[in-house]
């Protein structure tokens, strides 16, 4: 098995199983209270109840399911000599959970990946996985959001592999579509640093990345 | 529930493990791709060719695929290169060469089947065409038009000649006024070169390595398999010459003690690439090794190692496969993919030719970089 395929598989798991769990209980609990939720399912209409104008109370969730360009910005640090990334424009994908601690605020973790190819003709993906916290606010049927990430990174290139951390910042648009379904544009700006260290610090870079894309949100 | 934390749990077990063995701190992935340049320039004058020879000569580069083509030196690189003109011939010929020599520039211009010879062309200059010689020069009273010129080399100035011979040797010859002279040196080996080092000549032959005159030599068994690539240190104080043999083994000797080799084995014998190419790269103080196939293809014959010496020591500074010392990346990046022919350093302008067969992949076959690697390897 090829590292990056076992990296996905595991990268998926932990994901999966995390949101699982708490949505497990999640229903376990609903049914037990007489289903006083209601399921999100019918397309938004004319003067349908979207509920208050700050959904983002504590204890709801949602995922998102993000598809978006990566833009490579430019690349510096250790002994480069330009700031120029040589990579064409390439693609990722998010998909992210988020649970409300406090009105309006969200912690929770995202898993990305992204595709760029080199001017070589050489593919390089970034996977990473990040923990996310974001402030949520609404002129409904208009949501918005601001978040910051942080976490870590695995980059494969040309069967070289290598690991570290990784930020994000940014935020996004998105309009309620249903009492269930968001859908909106987001932005997010990805700071990749390399490290490396000893006699190999010259290899040192940082890497800019800006990903602009679709966000799909659903409401738990 | 806690079936679902105890499967995340393994995941992140597998996860970190798998990452932890991909995890090369040695190797710079942003850094890498910052070296890459455009390589699918189907524009490229030697997209998807093998380039054989290269020079230098009057103002221009000259490169060979089947026919030469030549840029000035002042341009970029990949900039104006245009098909060399062959006296009579025009543009529709073949060729081995061409090389520089004694103030000329000569090529040796070979029919469609590639089994004789029509002429040993030269120029004086860059500006003025090919011309044939004439009279057409024998080769140890042999007709030109009788042999199979395998191969031209230059080497302090003088031009000489590998022939194929009706017996199926590789007989080395020198040109000795307007005709070629033996240098003495035959057998059934190719041989892939001559140099031109404190005051002798080097060649090599099968598994061993000729240094003295043009008629004149001395032999040493070097190495340990037949040697496929010759090439000298004539900057540093102490003079070096160096061979690279089919079975990946790098030998190294001082002038001063042509009978004392020291070898390393540049990459793993399994992957069986000979040492197709070398040169030597004084600002660095390294043997760049080209790896090439020795018979049929397999996958891994590809690209090239750097060979750090000891100061001005015939030793390498590595001596296990796959050490740092061994493995650099300072020229890894794009050009790697391809089977490597041949390297031309450039010493004025500090540039890295490399020659490389690109017939099999959708690259160009000639890239260039600065000795130092800051531009990346460019296509030609």
Same mark, same amino acid.
């Given at each position: 098995?090829?590292?990056?395929?076992?990296?996905?598989?595991?990268?998926?798991?932990?994901?999966?199983?995390?949101?699982?769990?708490?949505?497990?209980?999640?229903?376990?609990?609903?049914?037990?209270?007489?289903?006083?939720?209601?399921?999100?399912?019918?397309?938004?209409?004319?003067?349908?109840?979207?509920?208050?104008?700050?959904?983002?109370?504590?204890?709801?969730?949602?995922?998102?399911?993000?598809?978006?360009?990566?833009?490579?910005?430019?690349?510096?640090?250790?002994?480069?000599?330009?700031?120029?990334?040589?990579?064409?424009?390439?693609?990722?994908?998010?998909?992210?959970?988020?649970?409300?601690?406090?009105?309006?605020?969200?912690?929770?973790?995202?898993?990305?990946?992204?595709?760029?190819?080199?001017?070589?003709?050489?593919?390089?993906?970034?996977?990473?996985?990040?923990?996310?916290?974001?402030?949520?606010?609404?002129?409904?049927?208009?949501?918005?959001?601001?978040?910051?990430?942080?976490?870590?990174?695995?980059?494969?290139?040309?069967?070289?592999?290598?690991?570290?951390?990784?930020?994000?910042?940014?935020?996004?648009?998105?309009?309620?579509?249903?009492?269930?379904?968001?859908?909106?544009?987001?932005?997010?700006?990805?700071?990749?640093?390399?490290?490396?260290?000893?006699?190999?610090?010259?290899?040192?870079?940082?890497?800019?990345?800006?990903?602009?894309?679709?966000?799909?949100?659903?409401?738990? | 529930?806690?079936?679902?934390?105890?499967?995340?749990?393994?995941?992140?077990?597998?996860?970190?493990?798998?990452?932890?063995?991909?995890?090369?701190?040695?190797? &710079?992935? @942003?850094?890498?791709?910052?070296?890459?340049?455009?390589?699918? #320039?189907?524009?490229? *004058?030697? /997209?998807? !060719?093998?380039?054989?020879?290269?020079?230098?000569?009057?103002?221009?580069?000259?490169?060979?695929?089947?026919?030469?083509?030549?840029?000035?030196?002042?341009?970029?690189?990949?900039?104006?290169?245009?098909?060399?003109?062959? &006296?009579? @011939?025009?543009?529709?010929?073949?060729?081995?060469?061409?090389? #520089?020599?004694?103030? *000329?520039? /000569?090529? !040796?211009?070979?029919?469609?089947?590639?089994?004789?010879?029509?002429?040993?062309?030269?120029t004086t200059s860059s500006s003025t065409d090919f011309a044939a010689l004439s009279p057409a020069p024998n080769f140890g009273g042999t007709a030109l038009a009788s042999v199979n010129v395998q191969a031209l080399y230059a080497a302090n100035d003088k031009l000489f000649a590998v022939v194929r011979d009706s017996s199926s040797n590789y007989v080395l010859y020198y040109l000795n006024g307007t005709n070629f002279t033996p240098t003495g040196i035959s057998g059934s080996s190719f041989i892939p070169g001559v140099v031109y080092a404190d005051s002798n000549y080097w060649t090599a032959q099968g598994t061993t390595v000729y240094y003295g005159a043009t008629t004149s030599w001395t032999a040493h068994s070097t190495a340990s398999d037949t040697i496929?690539?010759?090439?000298?240190?004539?900057?540093?104080?102490?003079?070096?010459?160096?061979?690279?043999?089919?079975?990946?083994?790098?030998?190294?000797?001082?002038?001063?003690?042509?009978?004392?080799?020291?070898?390393?084995?540049?990459?793993?014998?399994?992957?069986?690439?000979?040492?197709?190419?070398?040169?030597?790269?004084?600002?660095?103080?390294?043997?760049?090794?080209?790896?090439?196939?020795?018979?049929?293809?397999?996958?891994?014959?590809?690209?090239?190692?750097?060979?750090?010496?000891?100061?001005?020591?015939?030793?390498?500074?590595?001596?296990?496969?796959?050490?740092?010392?061994?493995?650099?990346?300072?020229?890894?990046?794009?050009?790697?993919?391809?089977?490597?022919?041949?390297?031309?350093?450039?010493?004025?302008?500090?540039?890295?030719?490399?020659?490389?067969?690109?017939?099999?992949?959708?690259?160009?076959?000639?890239?260039?970089?600065?000795?130092?690697?800051?531009?990346?390897?460019?296509?030609?």
């Open positions: 098995m090829k590292p990056s395929t076992a990296a996905v598989l595991g990268l998926a798991l932990i994901l999966v199983a995390g949101p699982a769990g708490r949505l497990a209980a999640q229903e376990s609990a609903g049914s037990q209270a007489g289903k006083a939720t209601s399921k999100p399912s019918a397309t938004i209409g004319s003067g349908a109840d979207l509920g208050n104008d700050t959904p983002f109370t504590v204890g709801s969730q949602l995922i998102s399911i993000a598809v978006a360009g990566q833009t490579p910005l430019f690349t510096f640090g250790g002994d480069a000599t330009t700031t120029e990334t040589k990579l064409y424009l390439g693609g990722s994908f998010t998909f992210g959970y988020q649970y409300f601690v406090a009105r309006s605020l969200s912690i929770g973790g995202a898993l990305s990946g992204s595709y760029n190819l080199s001017i070589g003709g050489y593919s390089f993906f970034t996977l990473p996985l990040t923990f996310k916290t974001a402030y949520w606010w609404s002129i409904l049927p208009f949501e918005f959001s601001v978040n910051a990430e942080i976490g870590g990174y695995m980059m494969r290139y040309d069967g070289n592999g290598m690991l570290g951390p990784i930020t994000k910042a940014g935020g996004g648009a998105y309009y309620r579509i249903s009492s269930g379904w968001s859908l909106g544009f987001e932005a997010n700006y990805w700071f990749v640093p390399e490290i490396h260290t000893g006699d190999s610090t010259k290899f040192t870079r940082f890497g800019n990345f800006l990903e602009t894309g679709l966000t799909a949100v659903y409401h738990l | 529930m806690k079936r679902a934390y105890s499967t995340a749990a393994l995941g992140l077990a597998i996860l970190l493990s798998v990452l932890a063995s991909s995890c090369d701190n040695t190797n &710079g992935i @942003l850094s890498q791709i910052q070296q890459e340049s455009v390589t699918n #320039a189907s524009d490229s *004058k030697f /997209y998807r !060719a093998s380039v054989e020879g290269f020079t230098k000569f009057d103002g221009y580069y000259y490169a060979t695929m089947v026919a030469a083509y030549r840029r000035p030196t002042g341009n970029a690189a990949g900039a104006g290169w245009a098909t060399v003109s062959m &006296g009579d @011939l025009g543009t529709s010929y073949l060729c081995k060469g061409p090389v #520089a020599a004694g103030g *000329k520039l /000569y090529a !040796a211009v070979k029919n469609v089947a590639d089994t004789s010879t029509l002429g040993i062309y030269s496929t690539a010759i090439t000298a240190d004539t900057t540093s104080t102490a003079n070096r010459v160096f061979v690279g043999a089919k079975d990946s083994h790098v030998y190294a000797a001082l002038t001063s003690a042509p009978t004392s080799w020291s070898g390393i084995q540049a990459w793993n014998s399994d992957d069986s690439a000979a040492v197709k190419a070398l040169v030597y790269l004084p600002n660095n103080n390294q043997v760049v090794a080209g790896r090439g196939m020795q018979g049929s293809y397999t996958s891994t014959y590809y690209g090239y190692y750097e060979l750090t010496m000891n100061g001005t020591a015939a030793s390498f500074s590595g001596s296990v496969i796959g050490s740092s010392g061994l493995l650099q990346k300072k020229y890894d990046t794009t050009a790697k993919y391809l089977f490597v022919n041949g390297f031309y350093y450039d010493s004025a302008a500090s540039r890295l030719f490399i020659l490389e067969n690109a017939s099999m992949r959708k690259l160009s076959g000639l890239w260039s970089t600065a000795e130092n690697g800051s531009d990346g390897w460019t296509t030609e």
